[in-house]
């Protein structure tokens, strides 16, 4: 009797991390709000958006013009839109707005990302018609980076390869992510002039940012008067020819977003090779959670800026690409017929790995997540919090937690 009693004991200790069938949303809210409410008082003496640590440890913010300035106000929505609680409205509010002069703002092509994701929220969950009008000229102000002879819009307006080759069209795989704010913008606006601009980015981007297996090339270079492309490499990637973990990230969530938007299955395709790139890498840990270049430290990838496994044993991780992945894959689980599965249960295991090994540390940081990766070539944001990993993280968690319900994923 005692044994059998003894057996039951053991087999069920056994069963039970593989009975872990859900993600503790709330418990990760609950997190999310207490770290937030921290990073909400260092900020009232700091003023600007909080962005990473620095080396020192100290908190590093930046300015509105800064790329990632909208995640902040966005995780302040994502708090709000999941717990219905004023103080979040209130405080998104107030984060949002400080970004109004953003919207004229046409020096490079991140408004996506700064507008979108804060005054994009902002109007979703108030409908309050004067976010509308702020978003209609982020569009206009994206919009003056289309250059027609090429059909995409200029990332940046000038770069070097590695080996000093000059781009005067440097179209980053990044840059997907913008669109969603011309799809949106033509949608509340009834001109369709947005919407053409974003397609012609994004039949572009399938055309030249993908090699044959699907992984992404981080840049892609144009000619701006003949329109043809001269040149592809990478500034953020391990290599060249390698694949720059957050590079696929993009390349997963813009294909399955362009979807979304158009119905075009040859996106999909795009979005699901893209994907099975990812997940099927033989480098990817089990964990999901991939270096920061799916090929760092492995032979035959010759950095031209100077990495060299050797003199770095460790290879990091990217949390903020599984972020993005997580929140992307949920999405494209809608969209497919997969009886296993796979993309839905893999954006459950990131969100798992994430919750249990990936959380920053209270006392040391007030960002949810750490070990991301921001730029390794330039030394910069090695192994750190980053706030747009927290972004898709909440971002994630509120698509999840809207399947579990039966409601539409986005
Ligand atoms: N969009 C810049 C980056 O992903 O680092």
Redo the contacts with the bound molecule.
């Keep these: 009797m005692y044994k059998q009693i003894l057996i039951l004991i053991i087999a069920t200790l056994f069963l039970l991390p593989s009975c872990k069938e859900t993600i503790s949303v709330e418990k990760d809210f609950d997190f999310a709000e207490k770290q937030t409410k921290k990073m909400l008082l260092d900020l009232d003496t700091i003023k600007n958006m909080p962005r990473s640590i620095n080396p020192d440890g100290k908190l590093e913010t930046v300015g509105i013009y800064d790329?990632t300035s909208g995640f902040f106000p966005g995780n302040l929505w994502y708090l709000y839109e999941y717990s219905h609680d004023d103080f979040w409205k209130k405080s998104a509010e107030k984060y949002t707005e400080k970004l109004v002069p953003v919207q004229h703002y046409t020096e490079q092509h991140?408004l996506g990302?700064m507008m979108y994701c804060s005054f994009g929220n902002a109007y979703r969950l108030t409908g309050d018609k004067k976010y509308k009008v702020i978003l209609a000229n982020s569009a206009k102000s994206l919009s003056t980076r289309f250059v027609p002879a090429a059909g995409v819009i200029k990332s940046w307006d000038f770069s070097r390869s590695w080996s000093g080759t000059p781009w005067h069209c440097p179209v980053?795989i990044?840059n997907m992510m913008n669109l969603e704010l011309l799809f949106f913008v033509s949608k509340i606006t009834n001109d369709d002039k947005y919407r053409k601009i974003a397609v012609s980015h994004a039949d572009n981007t399938l055309k030249n940012h993908l090699r044959d297996d699907y992984s992404a090339y981080h840049v892609v270079n144009y000619d701006t008067l003949s329109g043809k492309m001269t040149d592809r490499g990478t500034r953020?990637g391990l290599a060249d020819n390698s694949a720059w973990a957050?590079g696929q990230s993009?390349a997963i969530y813009g294909f399955t977003m362009i979807y979304r938007e158009t119905k075009d299955p040859k996106y999909l395709d795009a979005a699901k090779k893209a994907a099975d790139f990812y997940l099927n890498h033989p480098r990817l840990p089990k964990d999901l959670i991939p270096y920061w270049d799916f090929n760092a430290g492995e032979p035959g990838y010759k950095s031209p800026w100077g990495y060299n496994s050797d003199e770095f044993p460790e290879i990091k991780r990217d949390v903020s690409a599984a972020a993005v992945t997580a929140s992307a894959l949920l999405e494209l689980s809608t969209y497919v017929n997969e009886k296993d599965n796979r993309y839905y249960k893999s954006a459950e295991k990131i969100l798992d790995s994430l919750q249990d090994k990936y959380r920053a540390t209270p006392g040391k940081d007030n960002f949810i997540l750490e070990h991301s990766v921001?730029?390794y070539p330039r030394n910069s944001e090695i192994d750190v919090p980053l706030v747009y990993a927290d972004y898709y993280y909440l971002e994630a968690l509120i698509r999840y937690n809207r399947l579990k319900k039966g409601e539409p994923v986005v």
Excluded: T
Aim: aromatic share 30%; net charge negative; proline share 0%.
């Design positions: 790329w991140d990302f980053i990044d953020q957050r993009w921001g730029d």
